[in-house]
């Protein structure tokens, strides 16, 4: 089954289509690997191309230090934008160019309106584990963030419980929607 919507994942995301995927993310971190790998096959000087917003500082951490040695072997860059990390560095780190962006959505968001980095490249958005990001009270920070984003793959990691709120917030950040799940 895993498998299954692995390949269905990514053979609907060549092709142009945005996601949304119920499971449990931490289960697809090759996939959201693969997927980038896909998106970013190569470095390229300026703005990002990939952005994956978690709801907690550990996750992101967790996905970051799991894609490193991936990204050194292509010579892509990757930089953490977490809520206890220091605001001038990650801002400065942004400034020098990378290829994907891993973060939390307030930190993204302050970073993004001090003009850290612009997101007229980007290639995808993800927002993993999106029930609890608006559980938290953050689904303002997802929406300055979606709201400015240029037309580009977006894929939402949804766990399971799905509110209504979340699915009414699907019409505004993706059209058309394909669904998988588990």
């Not at 307030?106 to 559980?135: A, S």
């Amino acid at each position: 089954m895993k498998e299954e919507l692995e390949i269905e994942a990514r053979k609907l995301f060549k092709s142009g289509k945005s996601l949304v995927i119920k499971a449990d993310f931490s289960q697809y971190f090759e996939l959201l690997q693969q997927l980038i790998i896909d998106e970013i096959p190569e470095p390229r000087e300026g703005s990002p191309r990939g952005i994956i917003l978690f709801s907690e500082d550990q996750l992101a951490r967790d996905f970051g230090d799991y894609i490193e040695a991936s990204f050194k072997k292509h010579d892509l860059t990757s930089d953490l934008i977490i809520e206890k990390g220091l605001r001038i560095r990650q801002r400065n780190d942004l400034y020098f160019g990378t290829e994907l962006i891993i973060g939390t959505p307030k930190r993204l968001c302050e970073l993004y309106y001090q003009n850290g980095f612009n997101i007229g490249e980007l290639k995808f958005f993800m927002v993993i584990d999106i029930n609890i990001i608006f559980k938290k009270g953050l689904r303002g920070y997802v929406s300055r963030i979606s709201e400015s984003l240029p037309k580009c793959k977006k894929v939402i990691f949804e766990s399971a419980g799905k509110e209504d709120v979340v699915k009414a917030y699907y019409s505004e950040f993706i059209f058309p929607i394909k669904r998988l799940s588990e």
